[in-house]
């Protein structure tokens, strides 16, 4: 019966093409990314919100008006978020204005935020911060990232997973065959 949203970006698109409908089939999702909405539609999800908006790329993100109004209606239980940069003094941020303020809307939405990031997002700032770190549950990152980036980070509250990078898991895989 859960609500789980899903904002725009590479990272929250690998995410989605990976959650693989199943024996749990009674979750909604709400997402502001066509690609994220058809790569969950591929996997055998089928109660899928978009919430329509300005088509903005290059994260293939839907913004503006129409995506914010729709987007201020929703509540989810759990938003995995993508983004551009983190860092633990500054918070999530953007070069994009719009596609913060959709953020923006997204995290006041979600009773809980999960950041997935690729360590090069981390410690970096751009244009416009959306969310504060204590506003984040968790960050799941890879193992590439600097540990004193992340000490920062967990500083903040944030509780972190580290995971190994894919092309470790496939050379480790094949050095084991």
Do not use: Y
């Amino acid at each position: 019966g859960m609500t789980v949203a899903l904002s725009a970006g590479t990272t929250t698109w690998q995410v989605a093409r990976r959650l693989r409908g199943g024996a749990v089939r009674d979750l909604t999702f709400v997402t502001n990314s066509l690609n994220v909405a058809g790569a969950l539609e591929a996997n055998g999800w089928h109660s899928i919100i978009v919430s329509g908006g300005s088509f903005r790329t290059p994260s293939d993100a839907l913004v503006g008006p129409f995506a914010n109004q729709t987007l201020r209606q929703l509540n989810a239980d759990l938003l995995l978020l993508g983004v551009h940069s983190i860092d633990a003094r500054v918070g999530l941020t953007t070069p994009n204005v719009a596609e913060a303020e959709t953020n923006r809307i997204m995290v006041a939405g979600a009773a809980k935020v999960v950041v997935v990031a690729d360590s090069s997002k981390l410690g970096h700032v751009s244009l416009a911060t959306f969310a504060g770190c204590d506003e984040v549950a968790e960050l799941v990152t890879d193992t590439g990232a600097d540990r004193a980036t992340l000490d920062a980070l967990a500083d903040t509250g944030l509780r972190l997973h580290l995971v190994e990078p894919q092309r470790l898991r496939e050379a480790a895989s094949e050095t084991a065959s």
